[in-house]
C-alpha cells in the first residue's frame, strides 16, 4: 500500500538523519490521518523538547493542541516561541491567532499589539481587527490612533478605511465616519467589479457597517446605496 511505503520511506530518512524534520513531520501526518492525534503531539512534544529551535516544529504542536483543546499548554508553548524571535512579528501573531480561534477577545488585543509594535506595516489589519470586534470604547479611540499612524496603508485597504468609518462613528465623528465607510464600500465594489467576485468582497463591509448600525439595518443599505 502506499501509506506503508511512505512509512517506509519515512524510516528510512530517519534512519540516515535522525531528527530530519521533514522526515518527522510527514511520519506524524500519517499518523494524525489515521485518527492517532494523541501519539502525534507526545512525539511533536519530545522533538520539540530536543529541538527548541524549530519553529515549524512548534508551530505544529501548538496547532494540535489547540486542536486537543488544550489552548493554555498551546499558548504557553507560543509565548516561549515568541521569546526566542524577541524581533519578529510572526509568533505574536500566532498567539493572535489562537486566542481568536479560542474567544479571547482581550488576549486578541493584547497579541496584536505585540506584533504591531514589531512590524507595524504588516500587521496593522489584525490590530485594528481585533480592536473592532472587541469593541470598547477605548478600542474606538485606539484604531483612530493607529490609522492615523498608517495613512498609506489605510489608503490601500478598503477593511481599515471602513474600520476608521466605524471608530468616527463610535467616537462621536459621525460625519466623517459615514464618509470613511462610503469610500471604503466603493472600493470594495471596484474590487469586485474587477475580479468579478461578485458580493462576496463586500462581506467584510457589511460586518463592520453593522457594528456602526447594530439596530438599522435599513440604514446600511441606505449608505450602500449612496456610496
Given at each position: 500500500?502506499?501509506?506503508?511505503?511512505?512509512?517506509?520511506?519515512?524510516?528510512?530518512?530517519?534512519?540516515?538523519?535522525?531528527?530530519?524534520?521533514?522526515?518527522?513531520?510527514?511520519?506524524?501526518?500519517?499518523?494524525?490521518?489515521?485518527?492517532?492525534?494523541?501519539?502525534?503531539?507526545?512525539?511533536?512534544?519530545?522533538?520539540?523538547?530536543?529541538?527548541?529551535?524549530?519553529?515549524?516544529?512548534?508551530?505544529?504542536?501548538?496547532?494540535?493542541?489547540?486542536s486537543a483543546s488544550a489552548a493554555d499548554k498551546a499558548i504557553r508553548l507560543a509565548e516561549d516561541g515568541a521569546q526566542r524571535n524577541p524581533d519578529s512579528a510572526t509568533w505574536p501573531l500566532r498567539l493572535h491567532q489562537i486566542a481568536r480561534s479560542t474567544g479571547r477577545p482581550d488576549e486578541m488585543v493584547e497579541y496584536a499589539e505585540d506584533a504591531y509594535r514589531l512590524e507595524p506595516d504588516r500587521t496593522i489589519s489584525f490590530l485594528v481587527a481585533a480592536l473592532v470586534t472587541r469593541g470598547r470604547s477605548a478600542d474606538f479611540e485606539r484604531v483612530l490612533t493607529v490609522v492615523n499612524e498608517q495613512p498609506g496603508v489605510v489608503d490601500r485597504e478598503p477593511y481599515l478605511r471602513g474600520a476608521m468609518g466605524v471608530a468616527q462613528m463610535r467616537t462621536g465623528r459621525r460625519n466623517a465616519g459615514v464618509q470613511s465607510l462610503k469610500e471604503a464600500y466603493r472600493a470594495y465594489r471596484e474590487s469586485a467589479e474587477e475580479n468579478l467576485a461578485g458580493l462576496f468582497p463586500l462581506v467584510?463591509?457589511?460586518?463592520?457597517?453593522?457594528?456602526?448600525?447594530?439596530?438599522?439595518?435599513?440604514a446600511i443599505e441606505k449608505l450602500a446605496r449612496e456610496a
Open positions: 500500500m502506499l501509506t506503508e511505503r511512505v512509512r517506509s520511506n519515512v524510516a528510512e530518512a530517519l534512519r540516515r538523519q535522525p531528527g530530519y524534520w521533514p522526515a518527522v513531520a510527514l511520519g506524524l501526518d500519517l499518523g494524525i490521518v489515521s485518527g492517532d492525534s494523541s501519539r502525534a503531539i507526545r512525539e511533536l512534544e519530545t522533538y520539540v523538547e530536543e529541538n527548541p529551535s524549530n519553529d515549524e516544529a512548534r508551530w505544529a504542536l501548538v496547532q494540535q493542541l489547540v467584510p463591509w457589511y460586518n463592520l457597517a453593522t457594528i456602526a448600525y447594530p439596530t438599522d439595518p435599513a
